[in-house]
T-cell receptor
Framework: AQSVSQHNHHVILSEAASLELGCNYS??????LFWYVQYPGQHLQLLLK??????LVKGIKGFEAEFIKSKFSFNLRKPSVQWSDTAEYFC???????????FGAGTQVVVTP | GAVVSQHPSRVICKSGTSVKIECRSL??????MFWYRQFPKQSLMLMAT?????????EQGVEKDKFLINHASLTLSTLTVTSAHPEDSSFYIC???????????FGPGTRLTVL
């Protein structure tokens, strides 16, 4: 069975610091990978996605993620965070064509001014 | 971008009653929608896949007689929590794949509290 694990449950950092959130998955076949963000009181929004091709994908708001197949990882990065990046971040895996997503446990990111 | 709405945004009910939650795709059609449940400070767990015009597909461990799903049109799926109990209190979120982008669009969620 497939699974998604996110290493950090809570991350606190200052504005302008760099952010990296770890995501590892377990599945032997072809995968589609996503990072979603949930701002306080808002619904989930897609940050970026990887289907195929260039393993370094760029998303909205300056986020990027790198798919490393050999490590089964899809880590999210942002070089310089802002206070408005305070949110919960979810890594998600899709293994079928129906669109079902399996989510990681989420990482709560707090950016202090 | 595509928009998915849910109604109501929050509901409080007494134990033993049934509650219906609606999920609508506002500017696109969705033959498939997904229902998730999110516990406080935890991730989203897929409950079922709602299919327009046919029976829903439930994930292992989800009681289909308790969580009734109806996908009556291309823009509406409903989740009915029957004979709700306090342990059913949770945040229920629906999603629908949008067009050719192969991206899921999520509704804002419904907070259910069962007293």
């Amino acid at each position: 069975a497939q699974s998604v694990s996110q290493h950090n449950h809570h991350v606190i950092l200052s504005e302008a610091a760099s952010l990296e959130l770890g995501c590892n998955y377990s599945y032997g076949g072809t995968v589609n990978l996503f990072w979603y963000v949930q701002y306080p009181g808002q619904h989930l929004q897609l940050l970026l996605k990887y289907f195929s091709g260039d393993p370094l994908v760029k998303g909205i708001k300056g986020f990027e993620a790198e798919f490393i197949k050999s490590k089964f990882s899809f880590n999210l990065r942002k070089p310089s965070v802002q206070w408005s990046d305070t949110a919960e971040y979810f890594c998600a895996l899709r293994t079928d064509s129906w669109g079902k997503l399996q989510f990681g446990a989420g990482t709560q990111v707090v950016v202090t001014p | 971008g595509a928009v998915v709405s849910q109604h109501p945004s929050r509901v409080i009910c007494k134990s033993g009653t049934s509650v219906k939650i609606e999920c609508r795709s506002l500017d696109f059609q969705a033959t498939t929608m997904f229902w998730y449940r999110q516990f406080p400070k935890q991730s989203l767990m897929l409950m079922a896949t709602s299919n327009e015009g046919s029976k829903a597909t439930y994930e292992q461990g989800v009681e289909k007689d308790k969580f009734l799903i109806n996908h009556a049109s291309l823009t509406l799926s409903t989740l009915t929590v029957t004979s709700a109990h306090p342990e059913d209190s949770s945040f229920y979120i629906c999603s629908a794949p949008g067009g050719f982008t192969d991206t899921q669009y999520f509704g804002p969620g419904t907070r259910l509290t069962v007293l």
